[in-house]
């Protein structure tokens, strides 16, 4: 997180040194900084997941070693956002509402970052998966200063500083409500001053 922040400052530093000019090889810059910063924030959900099982004798001290063993079996390959219900499950937290943030803004982090890892190359006027993509970003993300207001949000318009800081502080929102609901350590809290700092 602390590294999706950082990335987040450098595209607001990009905009500002090119503010007023036309869009030129700084966008491959720009670029660069959101996707990763989109990337580092969806990594630091699936390792904190991740490490929510890896460390199931302090997070889930009421199981024996060997379901747990057996669980993380059945849940490694799982999407990131149901091991994260599944842990609030395990430690009888009260659940996501799926349709409300943060649970559908982190939702639609992923599937930008899918759409960028996964991605597959379509004519500007023929858009399916990118319409798909940018419908769902356009109440979320905010076009890029430097396109024109008819450059669809997906898959290069959405690139702006202000929708990486959403991007970076939803990540974090979703972190922390998820230890509040589960009543584990807070291990994102120390760090909320330093990753907001945007």
């Known amino acids: 997180m602390l590294s999706a922040a950082s990335l987040s400052r450098r595209v607001w530093a990009l905009e500002q040194e090119h503010s007023g000019k036309e869009l030129g090889e700084f966008r491959n ?17 699936e390792s904190y997941a991740n490490e929510l099982f890896i460390d199931h004798e302090r997070v889930f001290p009421q199981l024996r070693v060997e379901v747990m063993a057996k669980l993380w079996e059945l849940y490694e390959q799982k999407p990131t956002l149901e091991k994260f219900e599944f842990a609030l499950l395990l430690k009888e937290g009260p659940a996501f509402d799926r349709g409300a943030s943060p649970y559908q803004d982190v939702a639609a982090i992923i599937k930008l970052r899918n759409g960028l890892i996964h991605f597959k190359p379509e004519w500007f006027s023929e858009q399916e998966e990118h319409a798909k993509l940018s419908a769902l970003l356009r109440h979320r993300a905010t076009l890029s200063p430097f396109f024109p207001s008819s450059e669809p949000l997906f898959p290069r318009g959405w690139t702006s500083h202000t929708t990486v800081t959403w991007v970076v502080r939803n990540t974090l929102a979703f972190l922390l409500e998820f230890e509040r609901r589960a ?11 330093r990753i907001n700092a945007l």
């Not at 959101?34 to 959900?45: G, I, R």
């Not at 009543?183 to 001053?193: I, P, S, T, Y």
């Open 29 to 45: 810059d720009i670029f660069a900084n959101a996707s990763a910063a989109v990337f580092a924030s969806v990594a630091a959900l």
């Open 183 to 193: 009543q584990v350590d807070k291990r994102m809290a120390k760090f909320e001053g």
